[in-house]
C-alpha cells in the first residue's frame, strides 16, 4: 500500500489564485482529516469527512472548501488564495473505529504572495 | 484558545538518557490523549495513547503517564537515540476520531 498520498509536494500562488491540493489513500479507510500546520505550531484541523458525501468542518474552515466523492480521495480547495494561508498542509486518514492512529501523507508546502 | 499546550519547546538531552516530554490539557471530557512524532519533512508518526481510565501505558522504549488530577500529561522516552530527534505532539481525541494537537516539543538527542 502506498499509504496516504498527497499532491503537489510544493507550490507557490499569487494572491487571488485558485488551487487544489489532492488527498488520496488506499487503506479504504473511511475517515479523511485536511490540517494545516504554521511554522513552529501544532496542526489545526481545517475539514474532515466520515465517509464518502460528508464532510464536516473543522477549527479553521474559512477560506477552504472540500469534497468527497469516492472514499480513496479527500480534496482540499482553495478559491481566492491569501497569505494567511501560507502553510504546511497534512491529508490523514484514519479506519472507522481506528480511533487515535492517524495515517498522514507527507505534507504540500504553500506559499502564498 | 487551544487545550493542549506543551511546557517546553526544545529538549536536548545526550544518547542514552532518558527523556520527558511534557503536556497540559484542560478538556476533562476528552476519551483518549495521544502521542505523535514529526520528523523533519515528513508527516506526524502515531507513537502510543492513553484512555483516559488509565495513568500509565507502556510501549516500546517509551511510557506514557496521564495525571487527571493535574490535567497532565507525559511522554518518557527510555534510553534516547539519535533516531529520535523529532517534534513531539501531544492530542486529545474529541470526537469522531477528531483530534486537537498541542504546539509541539522538539527533542534533540546529541551523539
Known amino acids: 500500500n502506498a499509504g496516504v498520498t498527497q499532491t503537489p509536494k510544493f507550490r507557490i500562488l499569487k494572491i487571488g489564485q485558485s488551487m487544489t491540493l489532492q488527498c488520496t489513500q488506499d487503506?479504504?479507510?473511511?475517515?479523511m482529516y485536511w490540517y494545516r500546520q504554521d511554522p513552529g505550531m501544532g496542526l489545526k484541523l481545517i475539514y474532515y469527512?466520515?465517509?464518502?458525501?460528508?464532510?464536516d468542518k473543522g477549527e479553521v474552515p474559512n477560506g477552504y472548501n472540500v469534497s468527497r466523492s469516492t472514499t480513496e480521495d479527500f480534496p482540499l480547495r482553495l478559491e481566492l488564495a491569501a497569505p494567511s494561508q501560507t502553510s504546511v498542509y497534512f491529508c490523514?486518514?484514519?479506519?472507522?473505529?481506528?480511533?487515535?492512529?492517524?495515517?498522514f501523507g507527507p505534507g504540500t508546502r504553500l506559499t502564498v504572495l | 484558545g487551544e487545550s493542549v499546550g506543551l511546557h517546553l519547546p526544545t529538549l536536548s538531552v545526550q544518547e542514552g538518557d532518558n527523556s520527558i516530554i511534557n503536556c497540559a490539557y484542560s478538556n476533562s471530557a476528552s476519551d483518549y490523549f495521544i502521542w505523535y512524532k514529526q520528523e523533519s519533512g515528513k508527516g506526524p508518526q502515531f507513537i502510543i495513547d492513553i484512555r483516559s481510565n488509565m495513568d500509565k501505558r507502556q510501549g516500546q522504549r517509551v511510557t506514557v503517564l496521564l495525571n487527571k488530577t493535574v490535567k497532565h500529561l507525559s511522554l518518557q522516552i527510555a534510553a534516547t537515540q539519535p533516531g529520535d530527534s523529532a517534534v513531539y505532539f501531544c492530542a486529545e481525541n474529541t470526537g469522531y476520531s477528531t483530534l486537537t494537537f498541542g504546539k509541539g516539543t522538539m527533542l534533540l538527542v546529541s551523539p
Open positions: 469527512s466520515v465517509g464518502a458525501g460528508i464532510t
Open positions: 490523514a486518514s484514519t479506519p472507522t473505529g481506528g480511533g487515535n492512529e492517524q495515517f
Open positions: 487503506m479504504n479507510h473511511n475517515y
